[in-house]
Structure formats: structure tokens, C-alpha cells
């Protein structure tokens, strides 16, 4: 977590080896914010398909998707299988894995509202990607 970004959000700054990796990534820091994950089945799964005219705005989407089906379904999916092709325009197709949300059974933690667009950005690095994403809480 990165302190001192924002007041009433929780930064958060993602790094991984590829695009593939980085939406999983994103999307399992998520779900921590959300909910211990060890405390969460994953009997329950989904297949997303999303897609986007860049790389970043998939990645929004792809959040925001996750934070959606929380909120309307009460589902939660720490684990989660992505395919990302193309950088612009881009798809994304995954497999997530997960719970309704119990709170009789598990271990939430904030209620996260939505992603947004304060000091969002995704970014090629060396040997890899970096996002930074601001989530409010």
C-alpha cells in the first residue's frame, strides 16, 4: 500500500511480469482490500470477456467489473486466470474464482466502491508492467 496518496482511498501500486499478469495481480490485491482470501471458497466461477481501446482503459474495466459484481452479486474472486491480447485495441477473456460474500463465514475488510482515475496509470518497465491504482473506499 502507498501511504499518503490520497486520504479517504488506498493506493496501490501492482507490478508484474506481463499483461496477463498484471490484471491477475490487480485483481487479487482487490479482492485483499475486499476480504481475506483464505477465508474465501472458490466453488463459484465466472467467465469474463471484456474489451477496450487501450491497455489502461481494459484494466479499468476489468476492475471496475470485478467491484460491479460485488456489488450486485455479491460475488468475490481472488483468483482469477487472464488472457490479454493486443495493447490497443485490446480483449481480455478470464476465468475468476470465488465466493458470495458471507460475512458469517469470512473475513471482510473495506467496502470498496469503485477504481479511479487519480494517479491511475499503467506502464511497461523494465523486464515487466507497473500499474498504480487509487481505489475508493
Not at 511480469?17 to 479482492?31: G, I, K, M, S, Y
Amino acid at each position: 500500500m502507498i501511504e499518503d496518496v490520497a486520504l479517504a482511498d488506498c493506493a496501490l501500486e501492482v507490478e508484474a511480469t506481463d499483461p496477463n499478469d498484471l490484471f491477475e495481480t490487480a485483481a487479487r490485491a482487490l479482492a485483499e482490500l475486499m476480504v481475506d482470501p483464505s477465508t474465501v471458497g472458490t466453488g463459484l466461477s465466472r467467465v469474463i470477456a471484456l474489451t477496450a481501446v487501450r491497455l489502461d482503459l481494459l484494466l479499468y474495466d476489468w476492475l471496475s467489473e470485478l467491484i460491479y459484481r460485488k456489488d450486485r452479486d455479491r460475488e468475490v474472486f481472488p483468483e482469477t486466470h487472464v488472457r490479454v491480447e493486443g495493447t490497443g485495441p485490446c480483449r481480455l477473456e478470464a476465468a475468476a474464482r470465488g465466493d458470495v460474500l458471507d460475512p458469517g463465514r469470512m473475513a471482510l475488510r473495506a467496502d470498496v466502491k469503485a477504481v479511479t482515475f487519480h494517479q491511475f496509470a499503467v506502464m511497461a518497465i523494465d523486464g515487466g508492467w507497473r500499474a498504480r491504482l487509487v481505489i475508493d473506499i
